[in-house]
């Protein structure tokens, strides 16, 4: 496998993590490249299950090496916490994993004034994860954030750290806020910083030295293609490129080093968080999938609302991303249903689109266009391979590949590592 970026095709959540871990088994280097302690990345191996927050998912096989990008946005108690985590779980990741002294730092005063933001939208919220992740892209923007290179010196880390905190409390104190204990997040930033130190590198000159030794790399995508900031539906995104292209700025690798763009689908949709959603399901049937898909947020626990796939918004992010290979995950949560619907068009005030608009407001008025199909009765959790599956499930994935334009290469029939084959 030469240099591949994985992305998610729908609104996150899409099984990143497992089809990571399934191609890691051909990786040299894991890198995340944009995202934080937002995304939660779900691996099941024989009778443990592993959630990965900011550590690429590629920690979990011991020959990999793993990198956070400059691209990241990095909680530094959350980062020590997950480390911790998984070395008492018996993972190493001293000497395997390195943090770009350009990512970005997140602190405890990011996380509240994410929440003090949410509670300012009220009903028009954005249903965020509450971890800091816009305010901190903010500061980024803004040229006042702190980055992984200040974790190696107190001094520079202390006086940005106590800047983004005052900042922080002037804004607190304005909106009626208890103020922000300044001295003892300090304390446990400056502990955890001096635990992170090792870890922080040129992870640009790192990556550069793979790929001149002929290593290859994964690129570990997070959230996904409708929760990019520039393509997603705006404002109900994230705060980061989730898209390929982001591989690129959030790591330092040029395009020309990328051999090629994986992409993850469900065999459904589903989105957590507020915005619009064309294909919802607001019933039975989304209730039913949701309870069979286990469909609860991997860190925050919130119920996933759940659709029909749409292969209008996954082609258009087929072309977005360039990918030309897909993984398709969950098909055995289709099992058991008479009839499954594919939107394959959107109408709008009774005008035909073929494609996402760009506004949330004409989202919203989004009547989805239909194609049924069959559905199966079998089981299909215990599938080795194409020919294991029912005959309507395989003219379902075939369907869509020819909709959305690019070729299954992984299934995913559920959520152990072996219940994984290729096409
Ligand atoms: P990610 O953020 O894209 O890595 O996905 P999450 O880990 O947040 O959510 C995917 C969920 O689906 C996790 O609980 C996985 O264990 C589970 N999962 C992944 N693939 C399959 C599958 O093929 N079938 C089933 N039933 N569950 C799966
Ligand atoms: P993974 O990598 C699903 C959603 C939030 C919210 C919006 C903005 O596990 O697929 P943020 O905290 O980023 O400012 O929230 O984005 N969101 C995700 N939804 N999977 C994720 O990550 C997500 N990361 C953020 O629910 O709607
Ligand atoms: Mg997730």
Same mark, same amino acid.
């Given at each position: 496998? %030469? !240099?591949?970026? +994985?992305?998610?095709?729908?609104?996150?959540?899409? *099984?990143? /993590?497992?089809?990571? @871990? &399934? $191609?890691?088994?051909?990786?040299?280097?894991?890198?995340?490249?944009?995202?934080?302690?937002?995304?939660?990345?779900?691996?099941?191996?024989?009778?443990?299950?592993?959630?990965?927050?900011?550590? %690429? !998912?590629?920690? +979990?096989?011991?020959?990999?090496?793993?990198?956070? *990008?400059? /691209?990241?946005?990095? @909680? &530094? $108690?959350?980062?020590?916490?997950?480390?911790?985590?998984?070395?008492?779980?018996?993972?190493?990741?001293?000497?395997?994993?390195?943090?770009?002294?350009?990512?970005?730092?997140?602190?405890?005063?990011?996380?509240?004034?994410?929440?003090?933001?949410?509670?300012?939208?009220?009903?028009?919220?954005?249903?965020?994860?509450?971890?800091?992740?816009?305010?901190?892209?903010?500061?980024?923007?803004?040229?006042?954030?702190?980055?992984?290179?200040?974790?190696?010196?107190?001094?520079?880390?202390?006086?940005?750290?106590?800047?983004?905190?005052?900042?922080?409390?002037?804004?607190?104190?304005?909106?009626?806020?208890?103020?922000?204990?300044?001295?003892?997040?300090?304390?446990?930033?400056?502990?955890?910083?001096?635990?992170?130190?090792?870890?922080?590198?040129?992870?640009?000159?790192?990556?550069?030295?793979?790929?001149?030794?002929?290593?290859?790399?994964?690129?570990?995508?997070?959230?996904?293609?409708?929760?990019?900031?520039?393509?997603?539906?705006?404002?109900?995104?994230?705060?980061?490129?989730?898209?390929?292209?982001?591989?690129?700025?959030?790591?330092?690798?040029?395009?020309?080093?990328?051999?090629?763009?994986?992409?993850?689908?469900?065999?459904?949709?589903?989105?957590?968080?507020?915005?619009?959603?064309?294909?919802?399901?607001?019933?039975?049937?989304?209730?039913?999938?949701?309870?069979?898909?286990?469909?609860?947020?991997?860190?925050?626990?919130?119920?996933?609302?759940?659709?029909?796939?749409?292969?209008?918004?996954?082609?258009?992010?087929?072309?977005?991303?360039?990918?030309?290979?897909?993984?398709?995950?969950?098909?055995?949560?289709?099992?058991?249903?008479?009839?499954?619907?594919?939107?394959?068009?959107?109408?709008?005030?009774?005008?035909?689109?073929?494609?996402?608009?760009?506004?949330?407001?004409?989202?919203?008025?989004?009547?989805?266009?239909?194609?049924?199909?069959?559905?199966?009765?079998?089981?299909?959790?215990?599938?080795?391979?194409?020919?294991?599956?029912?005959?309507?499930?395989?003219?379902?994935?075939?369907?869509?590949?020819?909709?959305?334009?690019?070729?299954?290469?992984?299934?995913?029939?559920?959520?152990?590592?072996?219940?994984?084959?290729?096409?």
């Amino acid at each position: 496998m %030469p !240099s591949t970026v +994985l992305v998610g095709l729908q609104w996150g959540d899409e *099984g990143k /993590g497992k089809i990571i @871990d &399934v $191609l890691t088994e051909t990786a040299d280097v894991v890198a995340r490249f944009q995202g934080g302690n937002n995304a939660g990345h779900t691996v099941e191996i024989g009778d443990e299950k592993f959630v990965l927050h900011l550590i %690429p !998912s590629g920690i +979990l096989r011991p020959e990999a090496d793993c990198v956070l *990008g400059n /691209g990241m946005v990095v @909680d &530094v $108690l959350g980062l020590l916490e997950e480390i911790r985590g998984l070395e008492a779980r018996g993972i190493t990741v001293a000497g395997r994993m390195w943090i770009s002294d350009r990512c970005h730092l997140v602190f405890p005063c990011h996380a509240r004034l994410d929440g003090l933001n949410e509670s300012a939208l009220g009903d028009g919220k954005i249903g965020t994860t509450k971890r800091g992740i816009g305010p901190a892209y903010a500061d980024k923007i803004n040229r006042c954030g702190a980055r992984g290179s200040d974790l190696v010196h107190p001094d520079r880390l202390e006086a940005r750290f106590r800047r983004q905190a005052a900042a922080a409390n002037v804004i607190l104190a304005r909106t009626g806020q208890p103020a922000l204990d300044v001295e003892a997040d300090w304390q446990r930033v400056r502990d955890a910083a001096a635990a992170l130190a090792p870890m922080v590198t040129d992870t640009v000159m790192r990556l550069h030295a793979a790929l001149d030794a002929g290593k290859r790399i994964l690129f570990e995508g997070a959230q996904g293609t409708w929760l990019d900031v520039d393509f997603g539906t705006y404002p109900f995104v994230t705060s980061s490129n989730t898209t390929s292209g982001g591989a690129c700025t959030g790591t330092g690798v040029p395009p020309c080093a990328i051999d090629k763009v994986f992409g993850v689908v469900k065999a459904y949709t589903t989105r957590v968080g507020s915005g619009p959603f064309p294909t919802e399901l607001l019933e039975t049937v989304g209730e039913g999938l949701r309870s069979r898909g286990r469909e609860f947020g991997a860190t925050t626990g919130r119920p996933r609302r759940c659709g029909w796939f749409d292969a209008v918004a996954t082609r258009y992010a087929v072309r977005l991303n360039g990918a030309s290979e897909l993984a398709f995950t969950k098909l055995d949560v289709l099992d058991g249903l008479d009839t499954l619907q594919i939107c394959v068009g959107y109408e709008i005030n009774g005008q035909r689109y073929d494609a996402m608009p760009a506004d949330i407001e004409d989202v919203a008025l989004v009547k989805p266009v239909y194609e049924s199909h069959p559905g199966w009765q079998e089981t299909t959790t215990a599938a080795l391979c194409w020919d294991d599956l029912p005959a309507q499930a395989q003219s379902y994935l075939r369907r869509l590949e020819q909709l959305v334009g690019a070729k299954a290469r992984i299934i995913s029939v559920g959520p152990n590592r072996a219940q994984t084959f290729m096409v």
